[in-house]
């Protein structure tokens, strides 16, 4: 079993930044990957950042350039800048302990408005 916490989410204006964490019950060096999804009120649950573990990373496009996913050992991370009113979502943490096995976090919920 695997439980995910997730923390650092809040209200921030336009342009501003957060760093969002994962914390995993166990190190996430033994997943075959992690990652963050998003889901805003209406729309469907979407892929933010994926790291792999052999530390490949993969983003979606309308974050490229601005967020960035890292770990270290019990902690997944979402550097997000110039965050935009559209980036307003409910995050999720997510950990593939094989690729027919997941976990997904709570969420923390991330607010961008002036």
């Known amino acids: 079993q695997v439980q995910l916490v997730e923390s650092g989410g809040g209200f921030v204006q336009p342009g501003g930044s957060l760093r969002l964490s994962c914390a995993a019950s166990?190190?996430?060096?033994?997943?075959?990957?992690m990652a963050w999804y998003r889901q805003a009120p209406g729309k469907e649950r979407e892929l933010v950042a994926r790291?792999?573990?052999?530390?490949f990373t993969e983003y979606g496009d309308v974050v490229k350039g601005r967020f960035s996913i890292s770990r270290d050992r019990n902690t997944m991370y979402l550097q997000m800048n110039d965050l935009q009113p559209e980036d307003t979502a409910d995050y999720f943490c997510?950990?593939?302990?094989?690729?027919?096995?997941?976990?997904w976090g709570q969420g923390t919920q991330v607010t961008v408005s002036s």
């Open positions: 997510n950990a593939h302990v094989s690729y027919v096995e997941q976990y």
């Open positions: 166990r190190s996430t060096l033994t997943f075959v990957a």
């Open positions: 790291i792999r573990s052999n530390g």
